[in-house]
């Protein structure tokens, strides 16, 4: 509550409440008798000094589980201008202060932390009007509250006398400065001290240095040698945008301490940090006006990444949780500072915000008419406010379960920052009301509600219309600690790893070992190229499968089991699908009247992998827009007067049936697949299942198949590795490992592509193009990238002999083009055998 | 019993007793102590049930027990766990326990203090949950007598008052048009909760009865605004309940699970979400509110959505009233082995009811038998083992037949349902579940189903029209059902896969929409008596005493341990070898898998824990004569 008899000069009344509080008759805003014998009462009740004591031993590692304040912002009949005071919530958590016993040498005030330019003390900077130089141009700078951490709330310090100044200095690690010999105000309720907190953090600014920063942090003309927020204080001199951002990673780094204040008391710790950076704001560049101060906007703090995860110790503790916003309030205009003239005499009156509520002032000082006081809502501030409902993310749900969801508010410039469907990681201060109980029952309702204030947002996923998008921006970038790297490389030290993660692939999927090496590769898929500056535009690194076999040879088993390995994988079937379904169509949103563009499931799975089975059912139209996916990875759009390009970086794993649904072998290959050139062209692999029709395989296959009926699960994953490792292990290797051909290697290709050329101008046979030459070089590159490696001639031989594997080229009897059966039973891992049976045709030629 | 009536009907005093004499907030005692009231199947009877008992004969904050299917999960709900009261008189401060409440209650005079200095803050899930969907009604009939024998009359109402206060309240549900006798039917329901809490103060109960009315008359005007209670089958009646579960139980309960809680009733009326009103009763509008749609679903008036506070929760493997819940007890494996020894006879009769069934036929009797067992009991990679879903094809068109075979399953499973499969059926009905996240909750469609509960599919009303894109998208959504048992809830954003477990027959004329595990081409026998007769003489063979015995029989062996002993694994194997060599192109991976699955089922049936090599000969004769039969369609089948 402020005086509302005051001048409309916000600033004056945000002043240091002890000042005013001697020399302002009571108001008539309080007119209420209590006030000042409340007020006396206050600061006679200081607290039991031993309490606080304990309180600073016992809990300056922890969080006192006992300080579990919350909000009682509508406790019904108590909710009026005074029990801000006499309950006074957030902070003061003995509220049997009025019993304690009193104690002097302590005097008690209350810091107005609405005003962060109330810098310093009330004692040593009491009455100056802005940072560093008073009355310099720097004070151009207006004030704005920070609704986000709720700074409107009164904030009261416990002075610590010159008597007792050796003490706190236990847990100050480097304060220097002649503050120490002053007087410390330490926060009512916590162990933060406001000049310690204000000396460490400005510290901090002008001092860190982070050599390894984060690609997203990085900015234009940065130099990582200088320190980072000193660079990016200059930047807000020189854009105009007065928001600091700091990483609190950064923070621990530098002083673990201050980051503990940070999370446990980020309502008063923040504010702390805000006079710090302005006061060095305005240090070094006094002449540049803002729109406002400084505000500091922590970001990445380590508590609690989960939704899950949250429970009561978290509440008004500073969190990061990521998530999917799902829902956006409209723009809700919240009062800040209401404006309230009197009928009679047209006296005005102004009164802040307090919790929630507004206290219309009851006598007009100026006539002493009682109630004759109306808002005039267009005089009046208002702060801007959003209400933003976060879902659990995807990945982060639990299976079998339904995802929890969070309410957010944003406030002022962070509204309508987000969109839904955007995946952003948020820091906040994590808050709990009580329900609203009806005032007149005796009992309450015992649950509270929660929110986060955002203070920060980071938003995960790029725009998907942007084009730009290069490899490092796009899609999640999974975060592995080092010994998950350690374990990963691990892997690769154990022989055979081709075969082992080949095999990893559907395990209860028997041998068919080629088609999973060709599956494991388009996982890895090859290295981007652009080379968009000769004119070629860039080459695409997705890999695209086709599956082509008689029926009953769980194909489709294998679609789903990588649909369900991959993070963003679409699985669909020719039959039910149609052209929009797969690509985009256009809609009209119930709620805003508007055309919105919904996304197929081409789009859904860029960066992924689109399953389509029964590619043969599919019609021919739907299948021609696949033309363009498959090669240039983007999709046109134009529909309903939207007209766009949208990327579809996703590989294609088809599976399709024989024309005559079942493998005729007196046809060739080209006629038993009967898809046209323009398309075959565009996978890279192109694998036949054929039955081998063989004793040996039989009795394996059926010894496989019935030890699916009865061994448990536990036997079998010994033997494999486990889908999250195989997952990892991808994900890994694609961030990390960029192949690149080698002069060697080059020629390699060059000799392998003449051979196909030669092999697939016989009869009937899949020709091949410089297509292929292409898709020779993305097999290679994913070899290699699986072996976490550059690449290497290897690469380039097992690459050449999966194409040719994967056609059955072995088997060809190249006179007529069909395929020989007799030819193919040839038993899994017997690569030389097949070598031989292939040289064997080569002859032929 | 005055023991007994304590904590039956006060429990909470018994914990808050607890509580007192442990010193502080200990959870395990409560659960430990309430686990050994409950040790015995005849204390547990003791406990009214919430599926059975209407709630207005229930009294408030009393013990009760919900047989349930957790259909969506909201978000985790902070309370407060322990708090102070404040004594107004003479300023003693007690401290009470927050647990299995939803209402911070305290003694007259006393104050709930806010700030306490040992107040604690505590988290508890909440659940939404449904009536078993599906249940049928012998199933429902049998858990009330299970009960009802040795419930305590807890009201002073009359049955035949509260029959009728039940079907006005189902009225309200489903909104007919009798305005006037539903407004009395709530009136009655707020009257009655008048008389069964004298604690609240009248006044309270006023505005209660008067907002409820408005509710009421815009649930008739206005469709939109029947409080949807969710339920993924439509047309089914049954408490709805909003489950709270507390730690012990967290991260063991998954969307779908079968459950029976035990827990403490709480009906407070404050629990509904009305407009604030500051103390002049002007309406407070909060800005910041979710939203009337969100509020309306997450906290429906008590008197229609209870709320349950679970102290014992045990997950059901099965939902039948005749077999103990726990099967692998002592008391459990005594019950299967007493149905065991008469498992032939059973069998047999079973059998021949079946055949009477399905028209005489005898093969199409033993693949019925096998389905009606068969249930996912394993998962690998994305293939789920033990599914066996039947196609039964040439079906007549135009008949009663799927009527009735419905019927018939009806009276013997514990849970089923019947969709008949007409375009309109496909265009308009939501099958799988999708988020509303309006009202932030999860919007059930009928393939949200717990595990277990059979889905019979009638293709035979199946026309000539046209799929809309709802149409085609139900379409997959049980195509998926069938081949891979899980369901993808959509969640705007995101897909999300839920496993399931609905064994699904499907009638059809022809071979269906649907790639089944098992197609059986019907064979009819020659015989005089129509449809209609054959079906009464079931009806006529079916004693209760065999109904009994069937239905218990059908849950014991489809819940029994089996193995495939070395020396059957060879048989096999050589045979599959042999089968291989004679006709490659008859015996593909599929089919084999078919083998195994149905060597199972009918080991099984029989009452075997382990294969014999005869059921491998019996079931490899089975497959071949269900082949023979299949040449017709062979051309267009891919087998």
Same mark, same amino acid.
Do not use: W
């Given at each position: 509550m402020s005086s509302p008899g005051s001048t409309p000069d916000s600033r004056r009344s945000k002043r240091g409440r002890s000042s005013e509080q001697g020399s302002e008759p009571p108001s008539p805003a309080s007119s209420k008798a209590a006030t000042p014998s409340q007020r006396s009462k206050r600061s006679d009740a200081t607290p039991r000094r031993s309490a606080r004591k304990t309180n600073k031993d016992g809990d300056v590692t922890s969080?006192?589980?006992?300080?579990?304040?919350?909000?009682?912002?509508?406790t019904g009949p108590l909710a009026g201008p005074l029990d801000a005071m006499v309950s006074s919530p957030i902070l003061f958590s003995s509220p049997g202060a009025a019993d304690t016993s009193k104690t002097g040498g302590l005097n008690t005030s209350e810091i107005d932390?609405?005003?962060?330019?109330?810098?310093?003390t009330p004692s040593s900077?009491?009455?100056?009007?802005?940072?560093?130089?008073?009355?310099?141009?720097?004070?151009?700078t207006p004030i704005r509250v920070r609704s986000d951490i709720r700074s409107t709330r009164k904030i009261r310090t416990v002075n610590l006398g010159t008597s007792e100044a050796?003490?706190?200095?236990?847990?100050?690690?480097?304060?220097?400065?002649?503050?120490?010999a002053g007087p410390q105000l330490v926060i009512w309720g916590t162990d933060v001290v406001v000049s310690h907190c204000r000396e460490k953090f400005s510290q901090f600014v002008s001092r860190f240095i982070d050599p390894e920063i984060e690609e997203d942090e990085a900015f234009d003309?940065?130099?990582?040698?200088?320190p980072l927020y000193l660079q990016r204080l200059d930047e807000v001199a020189i854009i105009g945008e007065p928001f600091l951002n700091f990483n609190c990673d950064h923070l621990h780094q530098f002083d673990a301490d201050l980051y503990r204040q940070l999370i446990n008391y980020p309502q008063e710790v923040i504010p702390t940090f805000d006079m710090a950076v302005n006061e060095l704001f305005f240090d070094r560049n006094p002449d540049v006006n803002l729109p406002h101060q400084i505000q500091v906007r922590p970001y990445?703090?380590?508590?609690?990444?989960?939704?899950?995860?949250?429970?009561?110790?978290?509440?008004d503790q500073l969190i990061t949780v990521r998530g999917m916003v799902i829902r956006n309030s409209t723009l809700i205009p919240e009062m800040r500072e209401a404006f309230f003239s009197c009928y009679v005499c047209h006296n005005t009156a102004t009164v802040e915000i307090d919790r929630g509520r507004i206290t219309e002032p009851?006598?007009?000082?100026?006539?002493?008419?009682?109630?004759s006081f109306a808002l005039v809502h267009n005089r009046s501030q208002f702060t801007d406010k959003q209400m933003i409902k976060l879902q659990e993310s995807p990945e982060d749900m639990p299976a079998g379960q339904t995802p929890h969801t969070v309410i957010l508010y944003a406030h002022s410039d962070l509204v309508d920052k987000v969109q839904p469907g955007d995946r952003i990681t948020v820091t906040g201060i994590y808050r709990a009301t009580p329900m609203r109980a009806?005032?007149?029952?005796?009992?309450?309702?015992?649950v509270y509600k929660t929110h986060i204030d955002v203070v920060h947002y980071r938003k995960v996923d790029t725009d998907r219309?942007?084009?730009?998008?290069?490899e490092a921006v796009d899609g999640r970038v999974v975060q592995l600690s080092p010994e998950r790297i350690e374990y990963l490389k691990s892997l690769?030290?154990?022989?055979d790893l081709y075969t082992r993660l080949a095999k990893a692939i559907?395990?209860?999927?028997?041998?068919?070992d080629d088609i999973k090496k060709g599956i494991l590769l388009q996982l890895f898929a090859g290295t981007r190229k652009d080379f968009a500056k000769s004119g070629r535009g860039k080459f695409r690194s997705e890999m695209n499968i086709l599956l082509c076999g008689d029926?009953?040879?769980s194909k489709s088993q294998l679609l789903q089991y990588v649909y369900k390995l991959v993070p963003r994988g679409q699985y669909t079937s020719g039959k039910g699908s149609s052209a929009v379904g797969l690509t985009a169509y256009v809609t009209k949103d119930?709620?805003?009247r508007q055309l919105v563009l919904q996304t197929g499931a081409l789009v859904l799975s860029d960066n992924g992998v689109c399953c389509i089975d029964e590619f043969d059912k599919m019609n021919d139209s739907t299948r021609s827009i696949l033309h363009e996916v498959m090669e240039q990875q983007t999709m046109s759009i134009a529909k309903a007067g939207i007209i766009c390009q949208l990327n579809a970086r996703t590989s294609i794993l088809a599976a399709a049936n024989p024309v005559e649904s079942q493998w005729n072998k007196n046809k060739t290959i080209i006629e038993n697949i009967q898809l046209p050139h323009t398309l075959l062209s565009r996978f890279d692999l192109i694998f036949l299942i054929l039955d081998p029709q063989d004793e040996v395989f039989d009795r394996r296959l059926a010894n496989h198949l019935v030890s699916l009926y009865y061994k448990t699960e536990r036997d079998t994953e010994d033997e494999y590795l486990n889908m999250a490792d195989l997952r990892d292990y991808i994900a890994y290797a694609k961030q990390n490992i960029h192949p690149k051909i080698s002069e060697a290697a080059g020629q390699t290709f060059i000799q392998e592509y003449v051979e196909m050329r030669k092999v697939g101008s016989g009869r009937g046979q899949i020709s091949a193009y410089p297509r292929q030459l292409e898709s020779l070089i993305r097999l290679a590159e994913a070899h290699a990238k699986m072996r976490l490696s550059e690449q290497e001639l290897e690469d380039v031989r097992e690459a050449r002999r999966l194409h040719r594997e994967a056609l059955k080229q072995a088997a060809v009897d190249p006179t007529t083009g069909k395929i020989d059966i007799s030819i193919l039973t040839t038993g899994p891992g017997e690569g030389s055998c097949n070598m031989c049976v292939y040289s064997c045709v080569c002859c032929q030629f | 019993m005055p023991g007994v009536d304590n904590w039956l009907n006060d429990p909470l005093n018994v914990i808050q007793n607890i509580f007192d004499n442990s010193g502080y907030d200990h959870p395990e005692k409560v659960t430990e102590y309430f686990k050994e009231k409950l040790s015995s199947q005849i204390s547990l009877s003791w406990i009214p049930s919430l599926n059975s008992?209407?709630?207005?004969?229930l009294n408030p904050n009393s013990l009760v027990k919900l047989r349930c299917m957790v259909q969506d999960m909201y978000d985790p709900e902070f309370y407060m766990g322990v708090y102070e009261t404040v004594?107004?008189?003479?300023g003693t401060v007690h401290l009470k326990s927050g647990?299995?409440?939803?209402v911070a209650d305290c003694s007259p005079n006393c104050e709930v203090d806010?700030?306490?200095?040992q107040n604690k803050t505590m988290d508890r899930q909440t659940l939404y949950c449904v009536p078993i969907?599906?249940?049928n009604t012998w199933v429902k009939m049998a858990h009330e007598e299970n009960n009802q024998a040795?419930?305590?009359?807890?009201?002073?109402?009359s049955a035949g008052r509260s029959k009728r206060h039940r079907d006005e309240d189902m009225m309200t549900e489903?909104?007919?048009?009798?305005v006037n006798a539903m407004q009395s039917g709530v009136h009655v329901g707020t009257h009655n909760e008048d008389d069964i809490s004298p604690?609240?103060?009248?006044g309270d109960n006023n505005t209660e009865t008067k907002r409820q009315r408005p509710d009421s008359e815009t649930s008739t005007s206005c469709s939109?605004?029947?409080?949807?209670?969710?339920?993924?089958?439509?047309?089914e009646t049954g408490p709805a309940c909003i489950v709270k579960i507390y730690e012990?139980?967290?991260?063991k309960v998954m969307v779908n699970d079968v459950f029976e809680f035990i827990g403490v009733l709480s009906?407070?009326?404050?629990m509904a979400q009305f407009k604030a009103t500051d103390s002049d009763g %002007?309406? #407070? /509008?909060?800005?910041?509110?979710?939203?009337m749609e969100e509020e309306n679903a997450h906290c429906p008036p008590p008197s229609l959505v209870p709320r349950l506070h679970v102290i014992l929760a045990n997950k059901l493997?099965?939902? %039948?009233? #005749? /077999?103990?819940?726990?099967?692998?007890?002592y008391e459990g494996t005594l019950v299967q082995e007493r149905i065991l020894t008469e498992v032939n006879t059973t069998r047999r009769n079973l059998v021949a009811i079946l055949e009477q069934a399905l028209f005489g036929d005898t093969l199409a009797a033993e693949y019925m038998i096998c389905h009606l067992i068969s249930f996912v009991y394993c998962r690998r990679d994305v293939v789920a083992l033990g599914k066996f879903s039947l196609n039964l094809m040439g079906c007549p068109t135009k008949s009663e037949f799927p009527q009735l075979l419905n019927k018939l399953l009806q009276h013997t499973v514990t849970q089923s349902h019947f969709l008949p499969m007409t375009v309109n059926n496909l265009n308009t009905i939501q099958f799988a579940p999708k988020k509303d996240y309006t009202a932030n909750r999860l919007l059930s469609?009928?393939?949200?189903?717990?595990?277990?509960?059979h889905l019979v599919v009638d293709?035979?009303?199946?026309?000539?029209g046209e799929l809309n894109a709802n149409g085609v998208k139900n379409l997959t959504a049980l195509g998926i059902v069938v081949r891979w048992q899980k369901v993808e809830y959509d969640f705007n954003f995101h897909k999300q896969e839920f496993p399931c477990d609905i064994p699904v027959l499907i009638l059809s004329?022809?071979?269906?929409?649907l790639q089944c595990d098992c197609m059986v081409p019907l064979i009819p026998c020659q015989?005089?008596?129509?449809l209609a007769e054959k079906y009464s003489g079931i009806d006529q063979y079916l004693t209760p005493a065999l109904l009994t015995k069937i239905r218990a029989y059908l849950d014991a062996v489809r819940l029994m341990e089996y193995t495939l002993p070395d020396s059957v694994q060879r048989v096999i194997e050589e045979d599959f070898v042999e089968m291989r060599r004679q006709d490659p192109a008859h015996m593909t991976i599929d089919d084999f898998h078919v083998l195994l699955i149905l060597a199972r089922l009918l080991s099984l049936s029989h009452g075997h824990k382990e294969l014999k090599r005869d059921f491998w000969d019996k079931v490899k004769i089975m497959e071949s004569e269900r082949k023979i039969r299949l040449p017709q369609h062979s051309a267009t089948l891919n087998i």
């Open positions: 969080p006192p589980s006992q300080r579990r304040k919350v909000d009682d912002q509508p932390l609405s005003s962060p330019l109330h810098y310093g900077r009491a009455g100056l009007g802005t940072p560093g130089r008073p009355g310099t141009p720097g004070g151009g050796g003490e706190p200095s236990r847990m100050t690690s480097e304060i220097t400065s002649d503050t120490l003309g940065i130099d990582v040698n200088e990445n703090c380590e508590k609690t990444k989960n939704m899950r995860a949250l429970n009561p110790e978290d509440i009851t006598l007009c000082v100026n006539c002493n008419t009682n109630h009806n005032p007149r029952q005796r009992n309450v309702k015992s219309l942007k084009l730009e998008g290069d690769k030290e154990s022989g559907a395990p209860s999927i028997y041998e068919n029926p009953g040879t119930p709620e805003t | 008992t209407a709630l207005h004969n004594d107004k008189t003479n647990r299995y409440q939803d806010f700030n306490g200095k969907p599906g249940e040795k419930v305590i009359a807890s009201g002073s109402t489903i909104s007919t048009s009798n604690r609240d103060e009248t939109s605004h029947i409080p949807n209670l969710n339920f993924p089958l439509s047309g012990n139980l967290e991260n009906v407070d009326p404050s %002007n309406t #407070l /509008l909060d800005p910041f509110s979710p939203g493997q099965h939902n %039948n009233p #005749l /077999l103990p819940t726990a099967l692998n007890s469609g009928i393939l949200q189903l717990s595990c277990g509960t293709e035979t009303v199946m026309e000539a004329e022809g071979k269906s929409l015989s005089d008596a129509s």
